[in-house]
């Protein structure tokens, strides 16, 4: 025992040394605090003016706590209501696994005066007026088709386009291949799961329609809007959820990762893989065993603790980009900067192309504001925008679960859900039989992520550049597991990128 005592803490050694060598990123923001002061940066639950515009000594102590990064400065950091703000010095937390939080970057956010940016917020409008069009329907509504034809026609839509075009078919995708293969929805937010003996259909709650039929949205009226900057928390919405259905709709996606658990879709992968027996990746050291079989390393628990643990290691990553280096904005803060400007109250510097988009004019039309509509009765969470949580969970999940299992696997009998909601209808598309196993897992990260765009609360960015950030921590776990156990192992995967690494 006393030799493995020393090979324990050898083997701590090593991977705390191999972190030590990391390269260690420049942390760089966009600038926009320095360009654009008190305009252009994250400051709900702050205090603000009667325009929205937070209190500059207010903004003054929230930077100086994400400088110094005291605990005390953060304790001064002044709130307008009782909503508090959401665990600001989480990225400031070390780590026995993976990187460590603060040595991963992510690029610069796009500035509030840059075309890249009009491109997300129009995005984010034509989100809001599709919101309760069922996916299946997208190829063949008009809306669909006016959002595709004015983001292909954007000087900076960084969104996925077929032959140079945003169409309906790809509308609010992901960007990787996988993404625009079969349905929107991802298979794994559909087929039921083999959890033990239970076996769970996804049917989700719901949100039922408002009065007369009508779609509920919220912070459209300029005063609630203004409350809730200020730390208004706005009663829970409570219609009845009277139906239990697949997802369909941007709402229903958006109502999902409303109230979902942070590793829910991935867990509920790998529950359904693992029940499919889906082949695993050829590196797994008992693939060709004749005499063995993984259990709690290379087999079915070591994946379940693998696919959840990474989670909070990822959160951790993200948290320090979003209150320490970028302090993006919300879109519905700038939803406010539009509405402002469009009506000629105040001039901000805002890249002229989403002033002058017509989806302002459907969107004023249909609430009286140019405000961004939210799902959200309480809007966004109280923590800034870039990088999003949702959306690096996902890139670190669904690289765990690229790596153990055989991505190019395919999944058979892929299934739809029924115009009713209440049940699933074989897809019958003509690329039914290329629906990959990495192509699906790529799939639920973007939906799970840009559900939240379609919620009203996150960037587009906020989800492209965070997947690969969650990407990261997941690669640098994966590295220690296969340093830290007895089997010669190996992961391949393919990254969100289309390279490929082994490991």
């Known amino acids: 025992m006393t030799d493995r005592r020393f090979a324990a803490r050898d083997a701590r050694i090593r991977a705390a040394e191999a972190e030590f060598a990391r390269h260690i990123p420049h942390q760089l923001s966009n600038g926009e605090e320095s360009d654009h002061p008190f305009v252009a940066n994250y400051s709900k639950g702050l205090p603000h003016n009667e325009f929205g515009e937070v209190e500059p000594a207010a903004y003054g102590l929230l ?68 919101r309760d069009v069922p996916f299946t329907r997208f190829d063949t509504h008009d809306l669909a088709a006016e959002a595709a034809t004015e983001l292909t026609g954007l000087s900076d839509f960084r969104g996925p386009r077929q032959d140079g075009e945003v169409t309906p078919q790809v509308l609010f995708r992901g960007n990787t291949r996988g993404d625009v293969v079969g349905p929107y929805l991802s298979q794994f937010l559909l087929r039921d799961i083999q959890y033990g003996t239970l076996l769970i259909p996804q049917l989700q709650d719901t949100l039922e329609p408002g009065p007369d039929d009508k779609p509920v949205d919220h912070l459209i009226g300029f ?25 369909q709709t941007p709402r229903d996606l958006a109502h999902y990762v409303h109230f979902d658990a942070l590793y829910e879709a991935y867990l509920n992968a790998a529950l359904i893989l693992l ?19 993984g259990f709690g390393t290379y087999g079915g628990p070591h994946i379940l603790s693998l696919v959840t643990e990474v989670a909070t290691r990822a959160l951790k990553a993200v948290w320090f980009q979003k209150w320490c280096v970028h302090r993006r904005l919300r879109p519905e803060e700038f939803g406010g900067r539009v509405h402002l400007m469009v009506s000629g109250k105040r001039e901000y510097p805002i890249d002229p192309e989403v002033l002058n988009s017509p989806v302002l004019k459907r969107i004023a039309n249909r609430n009286g504001s140019y405000l961004l509509p939210q799902a959200f009765p309480e809007g966004s969470p109280t923590h800034p925008s870039y990088g999003a949580g949702h959306a690096t969970v996902a890139g670190a999940c669904v690289t765990i679960l690229k790596a153990w299992f055989d991505e190019s696997h395919v999944i058979d009998r892929p299934v739809v859900p029924a ?26 990260a973007a939906n799970i992520a840009i559900g939240r765009n379609m919620a009203g609360v996150h960037w587009r960015t906020d989800y492209s550049e965070s997947v690969r950030l969650g990407e990261e921590v997941a690669i640098g776990l994966l590295r220690e597991v296969k340093h830290t156990t007895h089997e010669d192992a190996h992961f391949t995967l393919s990254r969100f990128d289309g390279t490929t690494i082994t490991i």
């Open 63 to 130: 930077r100086r706590a994400a400088t110094t990064m005291r605990s005390e400065d953060f304790e001064r950091i002044p709130l307008a209501g009782k909503r508090p703000l959401v665990n600001p010095q989480a990225g400031l937390s070390f780590d026995l696994q993976g990187p460590d939080p603060q040595a991963l970057a992510i690029r610069p956010a796009p500035r509030i005066d840059s075309a890249e940016n009009s491109g997300e917020m129009i995005e984010l409008y034509w989100m809001a007026l599709l």
């Open 223 to 247: 005063k609630e809007w203004l409350a809730v900057q200020d730390g208004a928390m706005p009663p829970e919405d409570t219609r009845n959820q009277k139906v239990r259905r697949y997802i």
């Open 275 to 293: 029940h499919a027996k889906a082949p695993v990746d050829a590196g797994n050291p008992y693939t060709f065993s004749g005499n063995q079989i």
């Open 419 to 444: 115009a009713s909601g209440t049940a699933l209808i074989p897809y019958t598309g003509p690329d039914a039989d290329r629906l990959t196993v990495g192509g699906e897992l790529n799939k639920v």
